[in-house]
């Protein structure tokens, strides 16, 4: 595991538990030679987590659209800053620069990163782990309505099981050294072919 991508709020939220955990996690990447690959802000979460990361002496490289950079909010200490064009560049170059995916506490933006990358791996499209750090017990009703698919049979259980989570970032990362991915989802019935 050479680099992880990390999805986070551009605030800190309404706890200073967010500020903490995201602390615990760049900590804990740098400690283990793990790149950060993130949304280059200098802002919020992501500011948080990158500044973790480069204190304790890891690399961080930050993706951001030009139109944010130009907004005077990119970092200005990362490893290495990548300009692209838009938010769907954004999302694309983090996934190919990744072995995992991590999404810290958030809002609209970090769960639709979190949700694509959990769609691309339902469809096969790619096998890296991903995670939510549930700090706070943010995630709890995003996994409630995991569960609610699940019962209501918009989400096959061994999709569902994809979905890690933790609220320390050690155990997180190590569950990521074991991911196995299902089978790809196909529409096609057993019993037609």
């Not at 990358?117 to 996994?143: E, R």
């Amino acid at each position: 595991m050479r680099n992880i991508a990390v999805f986070c709020g551009s605030s800190n939220g309404a706890s200073g538990k967010y500020r903490e955990g995201a602390i615990k996690l760049g900590k804990e990447l740098a400690g283990r030679g793990i790149t950060l690959v993130y949304g280059g802000a200098s802002v919020g979460l992501m500011g948080v987590v990158a500044d973790a990361v480069l204190e304790g002496g890891g690399r961080v490289i930050g993706v951001i659209p030009k139109m944010l950079e130009e907004r005077e909010i990119s970092h200005p200490n990362l490893t290495d800053l990548i300009v692209v064009d838009s938010m769907h560049e954004r999302k694309a170059k983090m996934a190919e620069l990744a072995d995992g995916f991590i999404a810290l506490p958030g809002g609209p933006g970090t769960l639709e990163e979190f949700i694509e990358i959990f769609t691309w791996a339902q469809l096969g499209l790619h096998q890296k782990p991903f995670g939510l750090l549930n700090i706070n017990h943010y995630y709890d009703p995003l996994v409630t309505f995991f569960n609610h698919m699940t019962e209501q049979q918009f989400l096959q259980e061994k999709y569902r099981s994809m979905v890690l989570m933790e609220s320390i970032p050690k155990v997180l990362i190590e569950q990521f050294y074991t991911y196995e991915p299902p089978a790809i989802k196909t529409y096609i019935n057993e019993n037609q072919i």
